[in-house]
Nanobody, 117 residues
Framework: QVHVVESGGGLVQAGGSLRLSCAAS??????MGWYRQAPGKQRELVAT???????NYADSVKGRFTISRDNAKNTVTLQMNSLKPEDTAVYYC?????????????WGQGTQVTVSS
């Protein structure tokens, strides 16, 4: 059984930093990442990282956010610097795995990030 658990959200002033962590269990994941959903908006990709540590970032966070993972522990971390009010959202951890030719994705419960101006 797969479990995905996030931690590390909170309230921070604009220009500040937060670190989000995610632990996934139950499989070895090909890719892990972070998505976010602001009120009234669709969920959007923030950053992803493969088991080979190839990364992909949304343009809006490039240069400010850094994603990293520990394959041995199945954890992924999102370091968020220079936060802006528009980064306010619920952040979700995502873990994906190939199994018998099919792609499966698992989501955490989400953690709130609020950036005040």
């Amino acid at each position: 059984q797969v479990h995905v658990v996030e931690s590390g959200g909170g309230l921070v002033q604009a220009g500040g930093s937060l670190r989000l962590s995610c632990a996934a269990s139950g499989s070895i994941f090909s890719a892990m990442g972070w998505y976010r959903q602001a009120p009234g908006k669709q969920r959007e990709l923030v950053a992803t990282i493969t088991s080979g540590e190839s990364t992909n970032y949304a343009d809006s966070v490039k240069g400010r956010f850094t994603i990293s993972r520990d394959n041995a522990k199945n954890t992924v971390t999102l370091q968020m610097n220079s936060l802006k009010p528009e980064d306010t959202a619920v952040y979700y951890c995502n873990a994906g795995v190939w199994f018998r030719g099919n792609w499966y994705e698992y989501w955490g419960q989400g953690t709130q990030v609020t950036v005040s101006s």
